[in-house]
């Protein structure tokens, strides 16, 4: 689309807002718009981003680099042959600006008026031109203002100005002095910064989301500029008013609007994964001749000094940390599946719970953790506090309305029970036992051995029930759906049968109402698929004592009743 004189002048409007950052919503829109139809507009677009970064980069180079060629780098990698531009000599500039605001007048004499014949002007040959005193008096003053009015910001730059600050950091140091804690401000155009451990997560004043990993060299450019040297970085700007620019060695990635992550090593060579959204990749080759493209959710790139070409290469879901928590030093690179087992071992889902602790389903004040023994529950919905993500637990009976979530949700077809429990509710016990047992055996089901931390098992050994807050996880993982609940159920093959045919029903319920359930006897396992709407709030297992011979006594009822559910997890997109 050719832009319109009208077009063009709005265009840059737009580009003048973005970069003082005053842009609007409704002018992103409008930016977004005129970027998507017009190649005249993008062109335009990375002419200007060129244009302000290098200004960027001129005065940030004049202040900080020494006039001498750069060394090799630490990697033993041959440096750039290229030399770095020495400093302008600002001193003559400050001189000529003084001498002109202290210099006396001069005075020019009046110019006479006495006429002299005009000289003969050969035919083939034009007259010289005549240069006055006066003009060339202007034209060196002129010049000495414009150059005075260039070195100003370099002679006497304006302070640093924040854009960003540290939000959060796990096990990170750093190579300056100064503490880079939680809740630093970080500002444009200082010196780079070095991670030399752990993770760093920073958010931008316009709402931008960075996690840089080490090692990793970094700085501000602007508030919607950032240079990395080397390392590991994740971009989220979905929140953000403004899009981003990474800019790593002579190439730029701009973003719209999306998720990416950007790794750089010291040699320059750079890659890029695209998870959400566009960017718009301006790389820099090995021919020095510069590629600009889209790329888009889905791809990845691969670029650098020593390649001629971008090349695609596969998409890395983990190869970034997406996220970080210090408090609970939760690290999180877009994993797709929260393991319930793990939180009941008081971790968040991936991998950062106890194995081998777990929750009593009862409210029995007496009871020591982890025992194992033959208890009556007393039907009552028990909340779990200091675990935001479970909401309850319950010893079902049947014999009364069984509540089963915080807001009041009823278990209607909960069966008959003993009312009897045996044991917590466990994350990956290695082993178990019964009261008359003399020897541990293995949590095996279906011929696999779920008591290790590379195959969890929630271990819900009849009475018991325990309900989890969809939303807690919703809320933990954001941009996240949670799209459904997979498990495989069943009695443990090991659980010595002796007179008792062990048998025990198994249930998942979502606020309270049914959606599977089925009785398996030892050695039966069974998977399970249940999908999870986002009106879905509350997740509900259970373990009852299903056909026993005499629910009145409890070894018949509940005996070696030893219910998994193995590798219970929230699937996510």
């Given at each position: 689309m050719k832009l319109s004189a009208e077009q063009l002048n709005r265009l840059f409007i737009l580009l003048g807002a973005l970069r003082d950052g005053v842009l609007t919503g409704q002018d992103f829109e409008?930016?977004?718009?005129?970027?998507?139809?017009?190649?005249?507009?993008?062109?335009?677009?990375?002419?200007?981003?060129?244009l302000c970064s290098d200004l960027c980069n001129l005065q940030a180079a004049i202040k900080h680099s020494p006039a001498k060629p750069r060394e090799q780098a630490s990697c033993g990698c041959e440096?750039?042959?290229?030399?770095?531009?020495?400093?302008?000599?600002?001193?003559?500039?400050?001189?000529?600006?003084?001498y002109e605001n202290q210099a006396d007048a001069l005075e020019l004499p009046a110019p006479e008026t006495v006429c002299e014949p005009a000289p003969a002007v050969h035919p083939s040959r034009k007259p010289a031109p005549q240069v006055s005193k006066l003009s060339m008096i202007s034209l060196i003053t002129s010049l000495a203002a414009l150059l005075f009015i260039l070195a100003y910001p370099l002679l006497f730059p304006p302070p640093l100005t924040g854009v960003a600050f540290v939000s959060d950091v796990i096990d990170a140091k750093w190579s300056s002095s100064e503490s880079l804690e939680k809740g630093v401000r970080l500002a444009a155009g200082a010196d780079p910064i070095q991670i030399i451990k752990g993770i760093v997560k920073i958010r931008t004043d316009n709402g931008v989301h960075l996690v840089l990993e080490a090692p990793a060299e970094f700085r501000f450019t602007n508030s919607d500029e950032l240079a990395m040297n080397y390392g590991r970085l994740f971009v989220n700007v979905k929140e953000a008013s403004n899009g981003f620019i990474v800019q790593t060695h002579k190439s730029k990635i701009i973003d719209i609007g999306t998720q990416f992550g950007v790794y750089t090593d010291m040699r320059g060579e750079t890659e890029l994964h695209v998870f959400e959204g566009k960017t718009v990749l301006i790389a820099g080759l090995h021919n020095r001749i510069e590629q600009a493209m889209d790329v888009i959710a889905g791809q990845a790139r691969k670029f650098g000094k020593s390649l001629t070409e971008v090349r695609p290469i596969g998409l890395s879901e983990r190869f970034f940390v997406r996220d970080i928590e210090s408090k609970g030093n939760v690290v999180w690179r877009s994993d797709k599946q929260i393991h319930l087992a793990d939180v009941v071992g008081g971790g968040d889902g991936l991998g950062t719970g106890q194995i081998n602790t777990g929750i009593n389903p009862s409210n029995r004040p007496n009871d020591k953790p982890?025992?194992?023994?033959?208890?009556?529950?007393?039907?009552?919905?028990?909340?779990?506090?200091?675990?935001?993500?479970?909401?309850?637990?319950?010893?079902?009976?049947?014999?009364?309305e069984q509540q089963v979530t915080s807001a009041g949700h009823i278990f209607e077809a909960c069966p008959p029970t003993s009312g009897y429990f045996f044991a917590d509710i466990l994350n990956t016990p290695a082993t178990v036992m019964g009261p008359t047992d003399t020897s541990p055996f293995s949590l095996v089901l279906d011929g696999i051995d779920y008591g290790s931390e590379d195959r969890l098992c929630l271990c819900l050994h009849a009475n018991s029930g325990i309900t989890f807050d969809l939303n807690a996880f919703r809320l933990r993982f954001a941009g996240s759906r949670i799209v459904r609940f997979s498990a495989v159920v069943g009695i443990v093959d090991c659980a010595p049968s002796e007179s008792i045919e062990s048998a025990a029903a198994f249930w998942v319920l979502a606020d309270g109402q049914v959606r599977y359930s089925n009785t398996l006897r030892r050695g039966a396992a069974e998977p399970v698929e249940i999908e999870l709407a986002e009106t879905d709030r509350f997740l509900t297992l259970v373990t009852t004592d299903g056909e026993s011979l005499d629910i009145t006594l409890d070894r018949n009822a509940i005996g070696y009743d030893w219910g998994l559910f193995a590798e219970p997890k929230l699937i996510l997109e």
């Open positions: 409008a930016l977004n718009d005129l970027l998507r139809n017009s190649p005249e507009a993008r062109d335009y677009y990375v002419d200007y981003v060129y440096a750039d042959e290229e030399l770095v531009t020495p400093p302008l000599a600002l001193d003559i500039l400050k001189e000529l600006g003084d982890g025992e194992m023994r033959d208890r009556r529950g007393d039907n009552t919905y028990n909340s779990v506090f200091g675990n935001p993500f479970i909401d309850g637990v319950f010893v079902p009976n049947g014999k009364t």
